[in-house]
Protein backbone atom coordinates (compact mmCIF):
# COMPACT_ATOMS: atom_id res chain seq x y z
CA UNK A 1 0.00 0.00 0.00
CA UNK A 2 1.29 3.33 -1.43
CA UNK A 3 0.99 5.94 1.73
CA UNK A 4 1.68 9.25 -1.06
CA UNK A 5 1.09 9.78 -4.44
CA UNK A 6 1.60 12.82 -6.84
CA UNK A 7 0.09 13.91 -10.12
CA UNK A 8 0.63 16.62 -12.41
CA UNK A 9 -1.33 17.88 -15.53
CA UNK A 10 -1.16 20.56 -18.15
CA UNK A 11 -2.83 23.67 -18.59
CA UNK A 12 -4.20 24.32 -22.31
CA UNK A 13 -4.56 26.85 -25.31
CA UNK A 14 -7.74 27.19 -27.75
CA UNK A 15 -6.29 27.53 -31.34
CA UNK A 16 -9.63 28.22 -32.51
CA UNK A 17 -13.32 27.18 -31.45
CA UNK A 18 -14.02 28.35 -28.03
CA UNK A 19 -17.50 29.17 -27.10
CA UNK A 20 -18.87 27.46 -30.53
CA UNK A 21 -17.36 24.08 -28.75
CA UNK A 22 -19.91 24.61 -25.93
CA UNK A 23 -22.73 24.19 -29.16
CA UNK A 24 -20.76 20.81 -30.45
CA UNK A 25 -18.45 22.31 -32.70
CA UNK A 26 -15.30 20.98 -33.26
CA UNK A 27 -12.50 23.47 -31.81
CA UNK A 28 -8.45 22.86 -31.66
CA UNK A 29 -6.59 22.94 -28.55
CA UNK A 30 -2.96 22.24 -27.20
CA UNK A 31 -1.99 21.29 -23.94
CA UNK A 32 0.81 23.91 -22.73
CA UNK A 33 4.40 23.27 -20.60
CA UNK A 34 2.53 24.56 -17.47
CA UNK A 35 1.28 22.40 -14.70
CA UNK A 36 -0.94 21.97 -12.07
CA UNK A 37 1.25 19.94 -9.06
CA UNK A 38 -0.95 17.44 -6.52
CA UNK A 39 0.35 16.16 -3.33
CA UNK A 40 -1.85 13.21 -1.66
CA UNK A 41 -1.26 11.52 1.39
CA UNK A 42 -3.43 8.58 3.32
CA UNK A 43 -4.05 8.42 7.13
CA UNK A 44 -5.39 4.64 7.35
CA UNK A 45 -7.38 4.53 10.66
CA UNK A 46 -8.60 7.66 11.41
CA UNK A 47 -11.64 9.11 11.31
CA UNK A 48 -12.14 10.67 7.68
CA UNK A 49 -11.46 13.88 7.43
CA UNK A 50 -10.17 15.98 4.11
CA UNK A 51 -7.07 17.90 4.79
CA UNK A 52 -7.01 20.51 1.75
CA UNK A 53 -3.60 23.45 1.48
CA UNK A 54 -3.26 25.69 -1.95
CA UNK A 55 -0.18 27.70 -2.65
CA UNK A 56 -2.21 29.98 -5.03
CA UNK A 57 -4.79 31.07 -2.41
CA UNK A 58 -2.79 30.53 0.95
CA UNK A 59 -5.24 28.60 2.33
CA UNK A 60 -5.80 25.66 4.55
CA UNK A 61 -8.97 23.95 5.57
CA UNK A 62 -10.06 20.99 7.26
CA UNK A 63 -13.21 19.41 6.42
CA UNK A 64 -14.95 16.17 8.00
CA UNK A 65 -15.96 14.31 5.45
CA UNK A 66 -20.01 13.29 4.42
CA UNK A 67 -21.86 12.85 1.67
CA UNK A 68 -24.27 15.55 2.41
CA UNK A 69 -24.51 18.39 -0.21
CA UNK A 70 -22.88 20.75 2.43
CA UNK A 71 -19.27 19.48 2.23
CA UNK A 72 -19.54 20.88 -0.95
CA UNK A 73 -21.39 24.30 -0.25
CA UNK A 74 -20.51 25.12 3.43
CA UNK A 75 -16.70 25.87 1.44
CA UNK A 76 -14.84 28.61 -0.34
CA UNK A 77 -15.40 28.46 -4.29
CA UNK A 78 -11.78 27.64 -5.10
CA UNK A 79 -11.99 24.41 -3.20
CA UNK A 80 -15.37 23.06 -4.23
CA UNK A 81 -14.64 21.72 -7.25
CA UNK A 82 -11.68 19.16 -5.11
CA UNK A 83 -14.37 18.21 -2.94
CA UNK A 84 -17.13 17.43 -5.54
CA UNK A 85 -13.94 14.81 -6.94
CA UNK A 86 -12.66 13.72 -3.75
CA UNK A 87 -16.75 13.33 -2.31
CA UNK A 88 -17.51 11.17 -5.58
CA UNK A 89 -14.36 8.82 -5.43
CA UNK A 90 -14.90 8.41 -1.67
CA UNK A 91 -18.64 7.29 -2.35
CA UNK A 92 -18.10 5.07 -5.12
CA UNK A 93 -15.00 3.34 -4.18
CA UNK A 94 -15.91 3.38 -0.28
CA UNK A 95 -13.34 4.70 1.39
CA UNK A 96 -12.62 5.17 4.79
CA UNK A 97 -9.66 6.85 5.65
CA UNK A 98 -8.49 10.83 5.90
CA UNK A 99 -6.30 11.81 3.39
CA UNK A 100 -4.05 15.50 3.10
CA UNK A 101 -4.23 17.38 -0.36
CA UNK A 102 -1.27 19.82 -1.43
CA UNK A 103 -2.28 21.91 -4.54
CA UNK A 104 0.35 23.91 -6.26
CA UNK A 105 0.04 25.28 -10.05
CA UNK A 106 2.35 27.28 -12.42
CA UNK A 107 -0.32 28.58 -14.69
CA UNK A 108 -2.41 31.89 -14.39
CA UNK A 109 -5.59 31.59 -12.33
CA UNK A 110 -8.91 32.69 -14.49
CA UNK A 111 -6.89 33.49 -17.21
CA UNK A 112 -8.49 30.87 -20.01
CA UNK A 113 -5.33 28.69 -19.67
CA UNK A 114 -7.08 25.83 -17.62
CA UNK A 115 -5.73 25.60 -14.54
CA UNK A 116 -9.52 24.44 -12.74
CA UNK A 117 -9.02 21.65 -15.22
CA UNK A 118 -5.63 21.05 -14.70
CA UNK A 119 -6.23 20.84 -10.72
CA UNK A 120 -9.44 18.41 -10.99
CA UNK A 121 -7.87 16.21 -13.46
CA UNK A 122 -4.10 16.33 -11.30
CA UNK A 123 -6.24 15.57 -8.22
CA UNK A 124 -8.20 12.40 -9.85
CA UNK A 125 -5.28 11.03 -10.90
CA UNK A 126 -3.53 11.62 -7.54
CA UNK A 127 -6.20 9.83 -5.98
CA UNK A 128 -6.51 6.56 -8.00
CA UNK A 129 -2.74 6.11 -7.89
CA UNK A 130 -3.07 6.47 -3.83
CA UNK A 131 -5.50 4.15 -3.68
CA UNK A 132 -5.00 1.89 -6.07
CA UNK A 133 -7.91 2.38 -8.48
CA UNK A 134 -7.02 1.43 -11.70
CA UNK A 135 -8.64 3.81 -13.76
CA UNK A 136 -8.21 4.80 -17.07
CA UNK A 137 -7.47 7.89 -18.80
CA UNK A 138 -11.34 8.30 -19.76
CA UNK A 139 -12.23 7.60 -16.21
CA UNK A 140 -9.82 10.25 -14.84
CA UNK A 141 -11.33 12.78 -17.44
CA UNK A 142 -14.86 11.96 -16.28
CA UNK A 143 -13.96 12.32 -13.24
CA UNK A 144 -12.46 15.55 -13.45
CA UNK A 145 -15.48 16.75 -15.35
CA UNK A 146 -17.45 16.76 -11.92
CA UNK A 147 -15.10 19.51 -10.42
CA UNK A 148 -15.13 21.31 -13.91
CA UNK A 149 -19.30 21.62 -14.21
CA UNK A 150 -18.90 23.11 -10.56
CA UNK A 151 -16.85 25.78 -11.57
CA UNK A 152 -18.39 26.53 -14.97
CA UNK A 153 -21.74 25.24 -15.20
CA UNK A 154 -22.02 23.65 -18.52
CA UNK A 155 -18.46 23.30 -19.99
CA UNK A 156 -17.77 21.36 -22.92
CA UNK A 157 -15.30 19.00 -21.58
CA UNK A 158 -12.31 20.29 -23.95
CA UNK A 159 -10.70 21.57 -21.19
CA UNK A 160 -10.21 17.90 -19.02
CA UNK A 161 -9.85 16.28 -22.00
CA UNK A 162 -6.48 17.98 -23.33
CA UNK A 163 -5.22 17.94 -19.65
CA UNK A 164 -6.15 14.66 -19.40
CA UNK A 165 -4.50 13.83 -22.68
CA UNK A 166 -2.20 15.80 -23.46
CA UNK A 167 -0.99 16.98 -27.31
CA UNK A 168 -2.38 19.15 -29.85
CA UNK A 169 -6.05 17.80 -30.75
CA UNK A 170 -9.38 18.21 -32.71
CA UNK A 171 -12.21 18.22 -29.74
CA UNK A 172 -15.76 17.25 -31.25
CA UNK A 173 -18.34 16.23 -29.20
CA UNK A 174 -16.53 14.68 -26.51
CA UNK A 175 -14.15 12.96 -29.20
CA UNK A 176 -10.72 13.18 -29.80
CA UNK A 177 -8.10 13.33 -32.50
CA UNK A 178 -4.48 14.07 -32.67
CA UNK A 179 -3.82 16.84 -35.19
CA UNK A 180 -0.26 18.32 -36.48
CA UNK A 181 0.10 21.59 -34.25
CA UNK A 182 3.68 20.65 -32.47
CA UNK A 183 5.46 23.36 -35.16
CA UNK A 184 3.71 26.37 -34.57
CA UNK A 185 5.49 29.01 -31.63
CA UNK A 186 2.91 31.30 -29.87
CA UNK A 187 3.39 33.77 -27.31
CA UNK A 188 0.92 34.30 -24.75
CA UNK A 189 -0.17 37.97 -23.04
CA UNK A 190 -1.95 37.76 -20.11
CA UNK A 191 -4.54 41.43 -19.33
CA UNK A 192 -4.24 40.45 -16.00
CA UNK A 193 -8.08 40.73 -15.79
CA UNK A 194 -9.42 37.63 -13.89
CA UNK A 195 -12.53 36.87 -15.27
CA UNK A 196 -14.99 33.52 -14.40
CA UNK A 197 -15.75 30.79 -17.99
CA UNK A 198 -19.13 30.77 -16.50
CA UNK A 199 -20.08 34.37 -16.68
CA UNK A 200 -18.66 34.49 -20.21
CA UNK A 201 -20.30 31.41 -21.47
CA UNK A 202 -23.99 32.68 -19.73
CA UNK A 203 -23.23 36.46 -21.98
CA UNK A 204 -23.35 34.12 -25.22
CA UNK A 205 -26.04 31.80 -23.87
CA UNK A 206 -27.93 35.32 -23.59
CA UNK A 207 -27.09 37.11 -26.84
CA UNK A 208 -27.86 33.38 -28.90
CA UNK A 209 -31.36 33.46 -26.83
CA UNK A 210 -31.75 37.25 -27.99
CA UNK A 211 -30.50 37.01 -32.04
CA UNK A 212 -30.82 33.63 -32.32
CA UNK A 213 -30.85 34.29 -36.44
CA UNK A 214 -27.92 36.07 -36.49
CA UNK A 215 -25.51 34.13 -33.63
CA UNK A 216 -26.42 30.82 -34.53
CA UNK A 217 -24.65 31.28 -37.92
CA UNK A 218 -21.62 32.89 -36.26
CA UNK A 219 -21.38 29.76 -34.08
CA UNK A 220 -21.56 27.96 -37.10
CA UNK A 221 -18.92 30.05 -38.94
CA UNK A 222 -16.82 29.37 -35.75
CA UNK A 223 -17.23 25.24 -35.97
CA UNK A 224 -16.16 25.68 -39.64
CA UNK A 225 -13.52 27.55 -39.15
CA UNK A 226 -11.57 25.05 -36.76
CA UNK A 227 -12.10 22.35 -39.61
CA UNK A 228 -10.76 25.34 -42.05
CA UNK A 229 -7.50 25.97 -39.55
CA UNK A 230 -7.12 22.03 -39.04
CA UNK A 231 -5.95 21.77 -42.80
CA UNK A 232 -4.30 25.16 -42.89
CA UNK A 233 -2.45 23.64 -39.80
CA UNK A 234 -0.88 20.55 -41.90
CA UNK A 235 0.55 22.77 -44.46
CA UNK A 236 2.45 25.25 -41.57
CA UNK A 237 1.03 28.42 -43.54
CA UNK A 238 1.71 30.58 -41.27
CA UNK A 239 -0.11 33.33 -43.36
CA UNK A 240 -3.28 31.56 -43.16
CA UNK A 241 -2.97 30.49 -40.51
CA UNK A 242 -2.38 34.09 -38.87
CA UNK A 243 -5.31 35.03 -41.08
CA UNK A 244 -7.58 32.23 -39.65
CA UNK A 245 -6.71 33.71 -36.38
CA UNK A 246 -7.21 37.09 -36.93
CA UNK A 247 -10.85 36.02 -37.99
CA UNK A 248 -11.45 33.97 -35.06
CA UNK A 249 -10.96 36.98 -32.89
CA UNK A 250 -12.95 38.90 -34.65
CA UNK A 251 -15.96 36.36 -34.47
CA UNK A 252 -15.08 36.11 -30.74
CA UNK A 253 -15.73 39.85 -30.29
CA UNK A 254 -18.68 39.25 -32.10
CA UNK A 255 -20.43 37.15 -30.12
CA UNK A 256 -19.42 39.71 -27.36
CA UNK A 257 -16.52 38.00 -25.27
CA UNK A 258 -13.66 40.25 -26.47
CA UNK A 259 -12.65 43.59 -24.46
CA UNK A 260 -10.79 46.53 -24.66
CA UNK A 261 -7.65 44.99 -22.84
CA UNK A 262 -7.67 42.22 -24.79
CA UNK A 263 -8.13 44.26 -28.37
CA UNK A 264 -5.07 45.77 -27.43
CA UNK A 265 -2.88 43.11 -26.69
CA UNK A 266 -4.18 41.93 -29.85
CA UNK A 267 -3.49 44.81 -31.86
CA UNK A 268 -0.47 45.60 -30.53
CA UNK A 269 1.07 41.90 -31.62
CA UNK A 270 -0.65 42.31 -34.96
CA UNK A 271 1.54 45.79 -35.59
CA UNK A 272 4.62 44.20 -34.15
CA UNK A 273 4.54 41.79 -36.69
CA UNK A 274 2.74 38.64 -35.12
CA UNK A 275 1.00 36.70 -38.32
CA UNK A 276 -2.01 36.56 -36.40
CA UNK A 277 -3.54 37.07 -32.39
CA UNK A 278 -6.69 36.71 -31.17
CA UNK A 279 -7.68 36.05 -27.51
CA UNK A 280 -8.17 32.36 -25.96
CA UNK A 281 -10.51 30.96 -23.63
CA UNK A 282 -13.67 32.36 -22.20
CA UNK A 283 -12.64 35.80 -22.93
CA UNK A 284 -13.69 39.11 -20.63
CA UNK A 285 -10.15 39.15 -19.82
CA UNK A 286 -7.18 36.49 -19.23
CA UNK A 287 -5.01 35.28 -22.13
CA UNK A 288 -4.43 36.02 -25.90
CA UNK A 289 -1.92 34.68 -27.97
CA UNK A 290 0.05 35.84 -30.92
CA UNK A 291 1.28 33.48 -34.01
CA UNK A 292 4.97 34.01 -34.42
CA UNK A 293 8.14 32.43 -35.80
CA UNK A 294 12.11 32.76 -35.45
CA UNK A 295 11.83 36.32 -37.18
CA UNK A 296 9.08 38.04 -35.63
CA UNK A 297 9.28 36.37 -32.34
CA UNK A 298 11.23 39.36 -30.27
CA UNK A 299 9.59 41.82 -31.38
CA UNK A 300 6.16 40.42 -30.32
CA UNK A 301 7.58 39.26 -27.48
CA UNK A 302 9.05 42.86 -26.53
CA UNK A 303 5.44 44.85 -27.65
CA UNK A 304 3.45 42.43 -25.00
CA UNK A 305 5.93 43.10 -22.62
CA UNK A 306 5.67 46.54 -22.90
CA UNK A 307 2.30 46.74 -22.76
CA UNK A 308 2.62 45.11 -19.61
CA UNK A 309 0.99 41.87 -20.68
CA UNK A 310 3.68 39.93 -19.09
CA UNK A 311 4.17 37.37 -22.02
CA UNK A 312 5.35 33.65 -21.96
CA UNK A 313 6.31 31.35 -24.55
CA UNK A 314 4.31 28.50 -24.77
CA UNK A 315 5.35 25.31 -25.35
CA UNK A 316 3.07 22.50 -26.95
CA UNK A 317 3.31 19.74 -24.24
CA UNK A 318 2.69 16.22 -25.72
CA UNK A 319 2.29 14.45 -22.09
CA UNK A 320 -1.22 14.76 -20.49
CA UNK A 321 -1.47 14.23 -16.77
CA UNK A 322 1.30 12.45 -15.46
CA UNK A 323 1.99 10.35 -12.08
CA UNK A 324 5.21 11.16 -10.65
C1 LIG B 1 -13.09 26.71 -22.23
O1 LIG B 1 -11.75 26.96 -21.80
C2 LIG B 1 -13.65 27.86 -22.95
C3 LIG B 1 -15.10 27.79 -23.39
O2 LIG B 1 -15.18 27.24 -24.70
C4 LIG B 1 -16.00 27.03 -22.44
C5 LIG B 1 -15.99 25.51 -22.60
O3 LIG B 1 -15.56 24.98 -23.62
O4 LIG B 1 -16.47 24.86 -21.66
C6 LIG B 1 -15.59 29.23 -23.46
Not at 101 to 123: H, M
Not at 260 to 288: F, I, P, W
Request: glycine content about 10%; aromatic content about 6%.
Amino acid sequence: MIKAAHATAPGKIILFGEHSVVYGKPALVTAIDKRAHIEVERHPNTPRKIRISTMDYRSSHEIPFSTAPTFITDQPTHIQPLLRIIQSIYVQEEIEESITVKVASDIPRSAGLGSSASVCVALTAALADLFDLGYSLEQISACAFKGEQLVHGTPSGIDNTVSTFGGCIRYHKGEIEPIEGSLIQLIIGNTGIARETKTWVGKVRSRYDTFPNVIEPVINAMGDLAKEAERVLATRDLVRLGELIDINHGMLSSIGVSIAELDHLVNQARSAGAYGAKLTGAGGGGCMFALVDDENHDKVFRALHESGAGPIRAQFETEGVLIH
